[in-house]
């Protein structure tokens, strides 16, 4: 069974980092192509109602990851009868959201013109164009209940395939779309029948890999079992309000008091960003069923064991990936659109502190989703989004940009750093947390003191923004960030077992090509 969840593991993992990556490159394309073709202003419109759209996704509550954490037994089981029942509930639910959500954005339409500010060269009706966003987002609840199976299954990878496979077409279509006739509605056109079309693929495959499955059963939840995943729905929505606020209000706030334009730029970063937290997040929950299985039959000191490992990892990662978006966002966004479209250093630093937060924290999201620990600490998500909104609003005026996005991570340090661990540490390893509060605190302080050292660096090298400045950046952000962990961690258990994972995986690539 161990090798069976490993091996899930590695290939969800795998499968969701390649389809990431090429999704990636179309998206850098699509971008350009949209900024180039029709302004900063479109893009300024794109990120804000993409954001919009997260708040009115709260309609979902935590309805996800509450069924997924419900269907991991009886998969194992078999049991096709409970199987149906939960199906039968979550097509209701997703179905009345995916209306709610659409009757929400008709609601939001009188309100656009406080939001969407300084955008004099949009030709388009913007109510038009948001409901076009709305009709988007709406579709793509339409199988969610579906693609449920494939996850809690341990077989993501079959969602990242198709996903990868579609959008990837589309946004090749719609950025030709837009170099052929500079027209926004066709792209928006294209955005809705690419969720349509996933869709229908994503059924098709359900279809086939479940026939035991009856989707039009009239088997029914009990209400005891309604009555508990209830419960754990309505915790779960708590967190879903928190990951809603700290991620979806922040364009609106900059709209609203800065302007759209504004918004525009942030989208870049926003973008670069996304490409490492979303990436990050998919790879944890291709994990995430394996190690519900692990969590049904093993005790917590098997997964202490393997949380270790996977913590470290972690550490090592986010530490690495903040310093690199902290120093290359600036040169990266130079050499691909140009000077103008930067933003100040202590606006980046907002950025890459904000990563390094969300990154260290993932470990403990997932083990706290895998043991079901959806109740406890359930209200620690409301007080990090009210700290994130009044922080946002009191230093937007004084500090602008900066002060908005700041807000973000002075609220995850307030509550979320310092909280999750204890809740997993306390319910599912039956430890005190205070070891990793000093490990957390150290790698805290190292990564803070490399990025300063490289910074350092940099500047007294003299090279200014540009390909010069990326380059030479790329290579001591890598560099000297692997030569300070090898020097400190070469005697560290779980450093020297990722060396050796990572020995091996080469060693099978190798012998594949062979």
């Known amino acids: 069974m161990s090798d069976t969840r490993t091996g899930n593991s590695i290939k969800n993992s795998g499968a969701t980092i390649f389809g990431r990556a090429a999704t990636l490159v179309m998206e850098f394309v699509l971008r350009t192509v949209l900024i180039k073709t029709l302004g900063i202003e479109y893009g300024g419109v794109s990120s804000l109602f993409t954001d919009i759209l997260q708040v009115l996704s709260l309609m979902e509550l935590g309805l996800g990851s509450a069924i997924v954490f419900a269907l991991y037994k009886p998969l194992a089981q078999q049991d096709f009868s409970r199987i149906n029942a939960l199906m039968h509930f979550y097509k209701t ?7 709610g959500v659409f009757l929400l954005g008709l609601c939001f339409i009188p309100f656009l013109n406080a939001i969407v500010t300084d955008v004099p060269n949009i030709k388009e009706d913007i109510r038009v164009i948001f409901m076009l966003y709305v009709a988007a987002s709406s579709c793509s609840y339409l199988v969610i209940y579906k693609e449920t199976l494939i996850r809690a299954s341990q077989q993501s990878r079959v969602a990242v395939r198709i996903e990868m496979t579609v959008q990837i077409i589309f946004m090749g279509l719609e950025s030709l779309a837009l170099f052929l006739f500079h027209e926004y509605m066709i792209y928006l056109v294209l955005r809705v029948v690419t969720y349509l079309v996933r869709n229908l693929l994503i059924s098709r495959e359900v279809k086939k890999r479940f026939p035991q499955v009856n989707f039009g059963s009239k088997e029914r939840l ?49 973008m670069l960003s996304n490409c490492i937290t979303n990436l990050t997040n998919k790879v944890w929950a291709a994990v995430l069923p394996s190690v519900g299985n692990l969590a049904a039959v ?9 949380f270790m490992k996977a ?27 140009g000077a103008e479209y930067t933003v100040s250093t202590a606006t980046a630093f907002a950025i890459a502190f904000n990563i390094y937060l969300f990154l260290t924290i993932l470990p403990f999201q997932t083990f706290r989703d895998a043991n079901g620990l959806f109740v406890q600490g359930k209200y620690r998500p409301v007080i990090m989004s009210v700290i994130n909104i009044v922080l946002s609003l009191l230093l937007v005026k004084p500090w602008g940009l900066f002060g908005v996005l700041i807000a973000t991570p002075i609220s995850r340090v307030a509550t979320q750093t310092w909280f999750d661990p204890y809740v997993v ?73 990722l060396v050796e994972y990572g020995k091996k995986f080469l060693n099978r690539i190798l012998k594949k090509k062979r």
């Open 93 to 99: 639910a997703y179905n009345m959201i995916a209306a």
């Open 222 to 270: 009990g209400e005891k079992d309604r009555q508990k995943l209830m419960r754990d729905i309505g915790a779960m929505a708590l967190y879903k309000v928190s990951g809603v606020v700290l991620n979806g209000t922040d364009s609106i706030i900059i709209s609203a008091f800065l302007s759209t334009s504004m918004v525009g730029i942030m989208g870049h970063f926003r």
């Open 298 to 306: 093993d005790r917590e000191n098997k997964q202490y064991r393997v």
């Open 311 to 337: 913590n470290f990892a972690s550490y090592l990662f986010s530490g690495f990936c903040s310093i690199a978006m902290f120093h290359l966002m600036n040169p990266l966004v130079t050499v691909w659109l």
């Open 425 to 497: 540490y306390k319910h599912v390893f039956k430890r005190s947390p205070a070891p990793y509060y000093r490990e957390f605190a150290f790698h805290s302080l190292l990564t803070l003191a490399i990025g300063a050292v490289i910074w350092a660096l940099l500047e007294a090298s003299g090279v200014g923004g540009g390909l010069l400045r990326l380059l030479l950046g790329g290579v001591v952000c890598v560099v000297i960030p692997l030569s300070v962990y090898c020097l400190l961690f070469r005697k560290n258990q779980q450093f020297v077992q």
